[in-house]
């Protein structure tokens, strides 16, 4: 590439990191990638060359058809894939280290197999606040749970003869497949949740499943893999959540291999099965994590921080800033001014279709180079909740 600012990458190095190959306005009709693009009309000499450059598959189109949006070189599918396999697999790990995700009870209430032990429900109960709630029950050992078919029990607190269902007439969950009388209240929420997210997919793996379908599937490639116990912080519990990292990221390894027989026709192959697998391991992240209140609000609040930001950065640039160094631009960040610089020179702005739009991509650059410190710091002074002046170091921070 030619020597300017920046990382100077070779054209195969930017074609391995462009995750969404097409020009803004170009993108694909597709649900996933529709809001998603790797390229500005800026940067649209690097995107000619890369399509020159046959990096993108099929960015060409077919001969004399029009140009179509490129399909990702070989080396951004591997990275796209190594991507989703980390995210897949090491948010649950460390979110069960947090406590936030409870795999060890989804291997209990998941299997007809296996009952903890006595040990095992009291790690549970010194875990917690020492009580077990209505889904702790399939941590309790079988002689605890009923009698034999029949028999007679009473309640502890009305002393009122209680029957005992037997496994034959026990009620089921709803969703439930049949062959589970362990299936908790998670499992059957969290199983059609799965399901849905992973049928999105079905254009791409070309399989879709039924809750029970998946239960089948997951019970078989992914459960049996989960923690016994939760996490304490032992040589035992990093030995188990890491032997579950080990199972997983074997198993995900192994579903995909590149094929193709030159250059132009390598692409990175994943089995439905195990693209499957990672969808279903990111959807009990979603399940437990994402899709919680706590996030949701601190999420909204921090699009709050950032729209706030942007608004009133871009009220000061326009009234202040002026491309021939004005003393006046000292009243903007230092490091915006260096955005403003570099987008107003050599008539770049005319790019961007106007001042505004310019102004607007140095804003937006500027913005995403602040960490949440130095975001909070800034929005604080913007808003007026903080009236003591920033220190020329804060950027620093």
Not at 51 to 57: D, E, G, I, Q
Not at 103 to 130: C, F, K, M, N, W
Not at 294 to 320: H, K, P, S, T
Request: hydrophobic residues 35%.
């Amino acid at each position: 590439m030619a020597s300017e600012e920046g990382l100077n990458l070779t054209f195969r190095s930017l074609a391995a990191i462009s995750k969404y190959p097409w020009m803004h306005g170009e993108n694909p009709q597709n649900p996933k990638t529709s809001q998603k693009w790797g390229f500005y009309s800026t940067e649209k000499w690097y995107y000619d060359e890369l399509v020159s450059a046959r990096l993108f598959h099929n960015a060409a189109g077919s001969e004399g058809a029009e140009r179509e949006p490129g399909r990702r070189s070989v080396e951004a599918e591997i990275m796209d894939w190594a991507d989703d396999i980390a995210y897949a697999v090491h948010d649950l790990e460390d979110f069960y280290k947090s406590g936030r995700i409870p795999l060890h009870r989804l291997r209990y209430s998941g299997s007809v197999d296996t009952t903890p032990s006595e040990s095992v429900i009291q790690r549970e109960l010194q875990a917690g606040d020492g009580t077990l709630k209505p889904s702790d029950a399939v941590l309790m050992a079988d002689d605890e749970l009923s009698d034999d078919d029949g028999a007679e029990r009473r309640n502890l607190d009305s002393g009122e003869r209680v029957e005992t269902p037997s496994p034959d007439t026990a009620p089921i969950l709803a969703e439930a497949p049949p062959d589970s009388l362990f299936r908790d209240l998670d499992w059957n929420e969290l199983l059609p949740f799965a399901a849905e997210k992973i049928n999105r997919l079905s254009d791409e793996t070309k399989l879709s499943f039924t809750v029970d379908e998946l239960w089948d599937l997951v019970r078989e490639t992914v459960v049996s893999n989960f923690p016994t116990a939760p996490f304490n912080g032992s040589r035992s519990s990093h030995a188990e959540i890491q032997s579950f990292a080990s199972a997983m990221i074997r198993q995900l390894q192994d579903a995909c291999e590149v094929v193709g027989l030159s250059p132009e026709t390598l692409h990175l192959k994943v089995d439905p099965i195990g693209r499957i697998v990672a969808e279903f391991l990111k959807s009990i992240t979603k399940f437990y994590v994402i899709n919680d209140a706590n996030l949701e609000a601190v999420q909204r609040g921090q699009r709050r921080v950032i729209r706030d930001i942007y608004e009133n950065l871009f009220a000061m640039a326009l009234g202040i800033y002026t491309p021939s160094r004005s003393v006046n631009n000292r009243r903007l960040p230092p490091r915006l001014v260096e955005y403003l610089d570099k987008t107003f020179s050599d008539g770049s702005a005319d790019n961007y279709g106007g001042k505004e739009a310019a102004v607007a991509r140095a804003i937006v650059d500027f913005i995403c180079t602040l960490t949440d410190k130095q975001a909070a710091l800034l929005h604080q002074r913007l808003t007026g909740d903080a009236v003591r002046p920033l220190s020329q170091y804060w950027l620093s921070i």
